[in-house]
Antibody
Framework: VQLQESGPGLVKPSETLSLTCTAS????????WTWIRQSPGKGLDWIGY???????VYNATLKSRVTISTDTSNNQASLKLTSVTAADTALYYC??????????????WGRGTTVTV | DIVMTQSPLSLPVTPGEPASISCRSN???????????LDWYLQKPGKSPQLLIY???NRASGVPDRFSGSGSATDFTLKISRVEAEDVGIYYC???????FGQGTRLEIK
């Protein structure tokens, strides 16, 4: 399985950041998807995740601005972050994982995509 | 909120020597299914993070057996029995109950 993030590399302040993560090699319909970002020179910052049933959980600090969704027919997950500021400039990763039947960890990661605000 | 605290934040190690990283949470990471949701990830320079250990002590596919994880509830440890040059990078613990990472520990070769 491989994941590939895609989307605009430059977003203007106050606008909406929109990214897509496309999986290839296997269907991700039974897996969790997550988005994680990393500001330049900083650690990993979890944004949120979506379950196979469509339940979403978001980082409390971003909850009012974040939406994560999936398109199972296209084996994709999407991230939307509204009202962006310079603080949202980061390398954005998607990853997948799940329960089989116990938690497996985020075991597949994309290469990441850089977004500059 | 669950807060993860790692130590040390910087770890210089001589090749062939062991290394140990501590991770503590301010709440128990015991899941309702009885498992403890603590993972370890390694981010090598210029690369995406990769899963090393899940559920405290289970090595991910392809991870060398020199890596081991232990601990319970709120206190966890990642050990490398004999550090190799390829182990350089930043190690993160992550609680998978709500999802959140520690600050990261930078391992470097002396």
């Amino acid at each position: 399985v491989q994941l590939q993030e895609s989307g605009p590399g430059l977003v203007k302040p106050s606008e909406t950041l929109s990214l897509t993560c496309t999986a290839s090699g296997a269907s991700m319909s039974k897996y969790y998807w997550t988005w994680i970002r990393q500001s330049p020179g900083k650690g990993l910052d979890w944004i949120g995740y979506i379950s196979p049933t469509g339940n979403t959980v978001y980082n409390a600090t971003l909850k009012s601005r974040v939406t994560i969704s999936t398109d199972t027919s296209n084996n994709q997950a999407s991230l939307k972050l509204t009202s962006v500021t310079a603080a949202d400039t980061a390398l954005y990763y998607c990853a997948t994982g799940g329960y089989d039947p116990f938690w497996t960890g985020w075991n597949v990661w994309g290469r990441g995509t850089t977004v500059t605000v | 909120d669950i807060v993860m605290t790692q130590s040390p934040l910087s770890l210089p190690v001589t090749p062939g020597e062991p290394a140990s990283i501590s991770c503590r949470s301010n709440q128990s990471l015991l899941h309702r299914d009885g498992s403890t949701h603590l993972d370890w990830y390694l981010q090598k320079p210029g690369k995406s993070p990769q899963l090393l250990i899940y559920l405290v002590s289970n090595r991910a596919s392809g991870v060398p057996d020199r890596f081991s994880g232990s601990g319970s509830a709120t206190d966890f440890t990642l050990k490398i029995s004999r550090v190799e040059a390829e182990d350089v990078g930043i190690y993160y613990c992550m609680q998978a109950l709500q999802t959140g990472f520690g600050q990261g520990t930078r391992l470097e070769i002396k």
